[in-house]
C-alpha cells in the first residue's frame, strides 16, 4: 500500500513539474500565457473565483467585527454619558426638594413670626387600628420639643399634638385621634358676634376613619353652620390662638334630640404629610 501511494505520489508531482515547464516555456517562446497556461487558467477559475468569493466574505466579517467594535466603544460611551446625566437629574430633584422645604419654612416664619417653632419631617404612620398618629424626626437629643406642643402644617392649619417624645424620634397623636382634644371659637351667637364663644373639639373613633372629627354639646344659641371655620382660640394654652382646625360637615343633634354635634373635616389631607411644625412657644392670650 505504502509503495503504491509512493509511486502515485512520484507521478503527480513529476506531472506538476512537467507542466510547470511547460508553462515557462511557453510563456518564453509566445511572449504570452500559451495555450498550455490558458487551459490552467480555465481549470483554475471555478477555484479563483471561489477563492475571490471567501475573500470577499472574510472581507465582510473583519469590516463587520470592526464596525461591532466601534459600536460596543460608542455604547459604552452613551452609558457613561447617560450615568452623568441621571447623577445631575438626581441632583437637579435633590436641590429642589430642599428649596421646596426651604421656601416653606420661609413662608412660615412669615406668617408665624409670633411662634416659636422647629420643622420636622414625616417618618411613618404608627401601626395601631384604634389611633391615628405619626412619627416624626425629632426627639429631644435634637430638638426642643415637649409632649403636648400643637403641630401645626406651613399653613397654620392644626393637624396634631405631640403625644410622646424619644431620643431622635417622637410620636404625634392627629386630631382625629381619640385622645386629641382643644378648645376652639366657632359660629356666632344670636347677638352678631363672631368667634365669642370657645368650644371644645375632640377626636372621636365613630368619625376617625372617616377623617372626621367632633363638636359636641355646644351652647343652644350659638349658631353653627356648614362651611364655618373652626380655629383654635388659645384659652388654656395648650395651643396658640388662630390655628385652623377645619370646617364644619354636618350639624345634628343627638339621639335625645336636646342637644346638638357638628362634625368637623380638616382643611388639610392628614394621610398626604411631609414636613409639620411643632409650635415650641408662643404667648398666652390669658
Given at each position: 500500500m505504502k509503495a503504491i501511494l509512493t509511486k502515485r505520489t512520484i507521478i503527480i508531482f513529476s506531472a506538476s513539474l512537467l507542466l510547470a515547464l511547460i508553462t515557462i516555456v511557453s510563456i518564453n517562446m509566445f511572449n504570452s500565457a500559451g495555450p498550455v497556461t490558458g487551459l490552467?487558467?480555465?481549470?483554475?477559475?471555478?477555484?479563483?473565483?471561489?477563492?475571490?468569493?471567501?475573500?470577499?466574505?472574510?472581507?465582510?466579517?473583519?469590516?463587520?467585527?470592526?464596525?461591532?467594535?466601534?459600536?460596543?466603544?460608542?455604547?459604552?460611551?452613551?452609558?457613561?454619558?447617560?450615568?452623568?446625566?441621571?447623577?445631575?437629574?438626581?441632583?437637579?430633584?435633590?436641590?429642589?426638594?430642599?428649596?421646596?422645604?426651604?421656601?416653606?419654612?420661609?413662608?412660615?416664619?412669615?406668617?408665624?413670626?409670633?411662634?416659636?417653632?422647629?420643622?420636622?419631617?414625616?417618618?411613618?404612620?404608627?401601626?395601631?387600628?384604634?389611633?391615628s398618629s405619626f412619627t416624626i424626626n425629632r426627639g429631644h437629643s435634637n430638638s426642643n420639643i415637649e409632649k403636648g406642643m400643637g403641630v401645626a402644617t406651613e399653613e397654620g392649619v392644626l393637624i396634631g399634638q405631640v403625644y410622646d417624645v424619644g431620643a431622635v424620634q417622637s410620636t404625634v397623636i392627629t386630631i382625629l385621634d381619640t385622645k386629641f382634644s382643644a378648645a376652639a371659637n366657632v359660629g356666632r351667637r344670636d347677638t352678631g358676634d363672631e368667634g365669642d364663644s370657645s368650644v371644645t373639639v375632640r377626636g372621636d373613633f365613630t368619625y376617625m376613619r372617616s377623617g372626621l372629627l367632633m363638636l359636641d354639646m355646644f351652647d343652644a344659641d350659638l349658631i353653627v353652620r356648614r362651611g364655618d371655620m373652626v380655629v383654635t382660640s388659645g384659652r388654656g394654652g395648650v395651643f396658640p390662638p388662630g390655628l385652623i382646625v377645619g370646617e364644619i360637615e354636618d350639624v345634628s343633634r343627638n339621639t335625645s334630640g336636646i342637644s346638638r354635634f357638628a362634625t368637623i373635616k380638616p382643611l388639610v389631607d392628614i394621610n398626604n404629610i411631609n414636613i409639620v411644625f411643632i409650635i415650641t412657644g408662643f404667648e398666652n392670650p390669658e
Open positions: 490552467a487558467n480555465t481549470i483554475t477559475r471555478p477555484v479563483r473565483s471561489l477563492a475571490s468569493t471567501v475573500a470577499r466574505a472574510f472581507g465582510s466579517i473583519f469590516s463587520a467585527i470592526y464596525e461591532y467594535e466601534a459600536l460596543e466603544k460608542r455604547n459604552e460611551e452613551l452609558v457613561a454619558r447617560i450615568a452623568i446625566l441621571e447623577a445631575n437629574s438626581r441632583e437637579a430633584e435633590e436641590l429642589a426638594e430642599e428649596n421646596a422645604t426651604l421656601r416653606v419654612l420661609l413662608e412660615f416664619r412669615d406668617r408665624y413670626g409670633g411662634y416659636e417653632h422647629e420643622p420636622a419631617a414625616f417618618t411613618g404612620w404608627t401601626a395601631d387600628n384604634f389611633a
